[in-house]
């Protein structure tokens, strides 16, 4: 970690927690290893269903006579969900986070079920907001979790364990969702996780009531809501939906639900997020600012790389999907690495060399556009990249945790998923509305789609993404605070 320690009160605090355990004890130690396999099993099952729903996602609209709706389809689930971050993060602060964790679960397989058992496209798209309020609160309880119920040198460890969850979906969801799909009908896709998720539960609920449940103890204050922070967050979702549904639609009269979108998403995020956020003032600003600046430059670039080999390439969906696949294993040897007790004083650092690994790859991926260069380049510069954001994306969360007192833990992480999330629906919605304006055509996973693209359109995706996650390593500067 960066050489910035925390107060004395807030190790005071944390140490009253019931986190304390013995110095030798790991996150598969008998202590935390009934915790640590349940929730990591959570994390795991939401990741596969991320990955599988996309397979499945266009059969559905075409039997749900749905496809003009297909994108709402996304976009719902995006902006329930940041209602749910915030939301999850006033609940966990104030009473625990037991509570929030076990509704999103519920939210989330209630919404699959909705949408699984759908007959009209309509009612699929309302499940998927149900299943967005869901994840919202599941993804920062399960942050308050860990810095309630693991102690600081535990946390990057278990923030591993999460990223390495997302590598066996990352390869395998698509494939399995695809065959699914095909041989039992795409419904089973949605209807059979819920009952997957009982016996991570199961584990995991017992330790988070022991734990983790309640309030911080000393921490004072009153168990109410925020009704504030609820006002900016029913704002921010509203104006994230009107943005996204502007940037589908690039007529002029869609500008006006654009400027709408964002009158009101743009003070309702300046409320929500640490105060700097936006000028990168240093410690905790800078922080949930690098989270936004590395998920949202490197996922918009990301969504383009298929589109990119099957289009400009003449490879096949399948293989310019697996170009991708190698990224899954080297993002979590990233989140590995900087787990590793040796590395600590060096956090900084680790975040400094993750960004420039990211800006190289984004600015390296349109390289492919030369027909000289070899395709499966692009996947090596990702393999790069995805491993550089390894570094980066658990060191914020650790950062966070750390830089966070006991009571706030919960308003913080959600400001972290915050800026997470709303960088990727902005930057995604310019790429996209670059993308289009430059003769780019029809964002689908189609060959002869070639014709009706240009190499320019997507150098215009890429190479302004490589700048914001060069600017990102400018932020990485800004982690330490400096004291006299």
């Known amino acids: 970690m960066t050489a910035l320690e925390p107060r004395d009160a807030d190790v005071a605090k944390t140490s009253a927690l019931p986190s304390a355990a013995a110095p030798e004890e790991s996150v598969l130690g008998r202590s935390y290893r009934a915790l640590s396999i349940g929730i990591v099993s959570v994390v795991l099952l939401i990741a596969f269903e991320a990955t599988a729903v996309g397979t499945a996602m266009p059969v559905a609209a075409r039997e749900l006579d749905g496809v003009s709706l297909y994108a709402f389809a996304f976009s719902g689930y995006f902006t329930t969900s940041l209602f749910g971050m915030v939301l999850s993060g006033q609940w966990s602060d104030r009473r625990g986070p037991l509570a929030p964790l076990t509704c999103g679960i519920a939210a989330f397989g209630a919404g699959l079920l909705l949408s699984g058992t759908a007959g009209v496209m309509w009612l699929f798209i309302l499940g998927r907001a149900v299943q967005g309020l869901g994840g919202g609160l599941v993804i920062v309880a399960l942050y308050v979790v860990v810095g309630r119920a693991y102690p600081e040198r535990l946390r990057p460890a278990i923030m591993a364990a999460f990223a390495a969850s997302w590598v066996v979906p990352s390869i395998v969801g698509p494939l399995a969702s695809g065959a699914v799909t095909e041989h039992l009908g795409w419904r089973w896709v949605f209807v059979g996780i819920p009952v997957l998720v009982l016996l991570p539960l199961g584990l995991a609920l017992p330790q988070i009531r022991r734990r983790a449940a309640g309030p911080v103890p000393g921490a004072g204050g009153d168990a109410s809501f925020d009704r504030r922070r609820i006002r900016l967050a029913l704002a921010i979702s509203f104006g994230a939906g009107l943005l996204q549904y502007a940037a589908q639609d690039l007529r002029w009269i869609s500008l006006v639900p654009g400027l709408l979108g964002a009158g009101l998403l743009v003070p309702a995020a300046l409320g929500l997020l640490p105060r700097g956020t936006y000028r990168a003032a240093r410690g905790l600003p800078s922080v949930v600012l690098l989270r936004g600046v590395a998920a949202g430059s490197f996922i918009a670039a990301e969504s383009f790389v298929p589109l990119m080999l099957v289009t400009q390439r003449g490879l096949s969906p399948t293989l310019a999907g697996f ?14 690495v900087q787990s590793r007790p040796r590395v600590e004083p060096y956090r900084e650092r680790l975040t400094t060399t993750g960004m420039v690994l990211v800006a190289a790859a984004v600015a390296a991926a349109p390289s492919v556009l030369i027909h000289s260069v070899p395709a499966w380049t692009l996947a090596v510069a990702w393999a790069f990249g995805c491993f550089g954001m390894g570094l980066v994306i658990s060191s914020t969360s650790v ?15 959600a400001a ?3 800026s997470d999330a709303l960088s990727n629906v902005v930057l995604l919605s310019l790429g996209g509305a670059a993308f289009a304006a430059l003769g780019g055509g029809a964002l689908s996973h189609i060959p002869t789609a070639a014709s009706a693209s240009t190499p320019g359109a997507f150098a215009a995706v890429f190479l302004p993404m490589a700048a914001v996650a060069l600017a990102g390593v400018w932020v990485t500067r800004r982690l330490r605070v400096e004291t006299p």
């Open 399 to 413: 950062l966070l945790l750390k830089l966070s007192a006991p009571e706030e833990a919960g308003t913080n992480s």
């Open 416 to 418: 972290l998923q915050i």
């Open 323 to 336: 170009s991708l696949a190698a990224g899954g294993v080297t993002w979590a040897l990233g989140s590995w």
